[in-house]
């Protein structure tokens, strides 16, 4: 009897069509701004994405409970076997968080499915990305503005530093290349 070699796993490889670029990125803020007043709960789910990289079902279990209004902080329970983390945001964003009417007797703030998620991101994108792009978004944005994967890894709830370390990984060998080609 023959057995088969083991297949090593392919590790995840980022690229430029899981992120959005800083003009799809400035886009989709403008739009996001745009429908602020008129479609305040819709564009708040996404900001909030933008600025925490709350996967998806994280972002729709949230509850009023997890906000702090002293600390203006979002408290956001780890899915997947991540670690649950406590993120700061901006007032604008707290205060719409705050505003939100809850469902009641859960207290979820986005009482909605992950289709309709879908769908509103749809609505919303600048490009045909996933709404998982966010999450991508703001880790790469957040290692570039800090150069500190460690705060990166926190901040997504990633257990393993090396699930973080896709991101440092990329930023390097594109500014490499960059810097050696041209």
């Known amino acids: 009897m023959t057995t088969k070699p083991q297949q090593k796993k392919q590790r995840y490889a980022l690229n ?19 429908y602020w007043d008129n479609d305040r709960r819709n564009c708040t789910l996404l900001k909030l994405a933008l600025v925490t990289g709350a996967r998806a079902t994280e972002l729709l279990l949230l509850t009023t409970k997890d906000l702090n209004p002293y600390d203006k902080t979002l408290f956001i329970r780890g899915i997947k076997g991540s670690n649950d983390r406590e993120l700061p945001l901006k007032e604008k964003v ?14 979820r703030l986005f009482p909605i499915t992950y289709n309709r998620l879908r769908q509103i991101w749809e609505l919303y994108r600048p490009t045909p990305k996933t709404f998982h792009s966010l999450r991508h978004t703001f880790a790469i944005r957040l290692y570039q503005k800090t150069r500190d994967i460690r705060l990166v890894q926190v901040a997504l709830g990633h ?15 594109q500014q490499e290349l960059r810097r050696l080609i041209l």
Request: charged share 25%.
């Open 94 to 107: 707290f205060e719409s968080l705050q505003t939100l009417t809850p469902e009641a007797g859960s207290g």
């Open 16 to 34: 430029k069509n899981k992120y959005l670029l800083p003009p799809e990125f400035e886009k989709l803020e403008w739009l996001i701004e745009s």
């Open 159 to 173: 257990r393993n530093i090396t699930n973080t370390m896709i991101y440092a990984d990329y930023i390097y060998s």
